[in-house]
Nanobody, 129 residues
Framework: QVQLVESGGGSVQAGGSLKLSCKAS?????????????VAWFRQVPGQERDWVAS????????TYADSVKGRFLISQDNVKATVYLQMNSLKVEDTAMYYC?????????????????WGQGTQVSVSS
């Protein structure tokens, strides 16, 4: 069973930076770095939908971003550590949310929540003005 553990959340002022980590365990063989495996970050504000933020295919590093974070956030991976990172720069108040890491072993559309089988517990990011 794949498990995901997020870390790195916290409180920061607008314009600041944070780096989130998502450590995966439980993959068998080369599963984490297989061509169809992807890891994504989603975020959710209480009372609202869980929105997709960014994804990366851990086999070849292809990444994609939501328009709201493009140019400010960077998703990256370390396959040796089975960890995916989200570097968040130029943070805005509207980036405040609970951030969730998600993984899917056979992801066709890395922007769709339904594609991801495994989820972490989340890490809170709070940005103040």
């Amino acid at each position: 069973q794949v498990q995901l553990v997020e870390s790195g959340g916290g409180s920061v002022q607008a314009g600041g930076s944070l780096k989130l980590s998502c450590k995966a365990s439980g993959y068998t063989g080369r599963g984490f770095s297989s061509s169809s495996n992807a890891v994504a970050w989603f975020r959710q504000v209480p009372g609202q939908e869980r929105d997709w933020v960014a994804s990366i295919y851990t086999g070849d590093g292809r990444s994609t971003y939501a328009d709201s974070v493009k140019g400010r956030f960077l998703i990256s991976q370390d396959n040796v550590k089975a960890t995916v990172y989200l570097q968040m720069n130029s943070l805005k108040v509207e980036d405040t949310a609970m951030y969730y890491c998600a993984a899917g072993r056979y992801v066709a559309d890395p922007t769709k929540r339904v594609e991801f089988e495994y989820w972490g517990q989340g890490t809170q990011v709070s940005v103040s003005s």
